[in-house]
């Protein structure tokens, strides 16, 4: 079945830029029936919705954090990527990644649906 | 601040039902049908228990259920259970801008 592996630096120093990869097993990242995204979240704190990626390349965003964030994606690995901008303290989170369903609506076209499987997440740690 | 509203906490004793409630807005929830609920156990990965408002993916119990009123979603467990307690977030698709919320997260207690 489909898994997937969160790897990367578990400390990054305060103004640097935080790097994850998400490793996708059991199943083909070049699917047209999904989106793969990025969720965090903070010691104690909620879920916060980072970005998705289409296999094409196609990103999407969080508004308040879209000048920081670079989503990519290798689809000869069977990869996608995070890259967070001038972290700080506050960028200390639990980083999920996730396969986001791509609901289709003959009339109005795709949205983004429900993380439906989700990575055992890595822990980072922004401190200098 | 979450875009999404959600009780910090519900509790119940075992058997009982209890509703979770999630509020967003006319850009979100109230015009959308792609509500979805995760259950966190602590220091785990979120589970997907409710997609589509009312959808329950395969393996998860029927006492799971998600309706949605206006610009409110809800989500109900019956007959509660000892295994039932963790943390539950709504999410919603948001628009061509803003693209996915989250709620804030609510604390089930089991009693």
């Known amino acids: ?128 | 601040q979450s875009a999404l509203t959600q009780p910090a906490s519900v509790s119940g004793s075992p058997g009982q039902s209890i509703t979770i409630s999630c509020t967003g807005t006319s850009s979100d929830v109230g015009s959308y049908n792609l509500v979805s609920w995760y259950q966190q156990h602590p220091g785990k990965a979120p589970k997907l228990m409710i997609y589509e408002v009312s959808k329950r993916p395969s393996g998860v119990s029927n006492r799971f259920s998600g309706s949605k009123s206006g610009n409110t979603a809800s989500l109900t467990i019956s007959g509660l259970q000892a295994e039932d307690e963790a943390d539950y977030y709504c999410c919603s698709y948001a628009g061509s801008s803003t693209w996915v919320v989250f709620g804030g997260g609510t604390k089930l207690t089991v009693l």
């Open chain 1, 1 to 128: 079945q489909l898994q997937l592996q969160e790897s990367g630096p578990g400390l990054v120093k305060p103004s640097e830029t935080l790097s994850l990869t998400c490793t996708v097993s059991g199943g083909s990242i070049s699917s047209s029936s999904y989106y793969w995204g990025w969720i965090r979240q903070p010691p104690g704190k909620g879920l916060e919705w980072i970005g998705s990626i289409y296999y094409s390349g196609s990103t999407y965003y969080n508004p308040s954090l879209k000048s920081r964030v670079t989503i990519s994606v290798d689809t000869s690995k069977n990869q996608f990527s995070l890259k967070l901008s001038s972290v700080t303290a506050a960028d200390t989170a639990v980083y999920y990644c996730a396969r986001q369903g791509r609901y289709y609506d003959i009339l109005t076209g795709y949205y983004k649906n429900a993380f439906d499987i989700w990575g055992q997440g890595t822990m980072v740690t922004v401190s200098s």
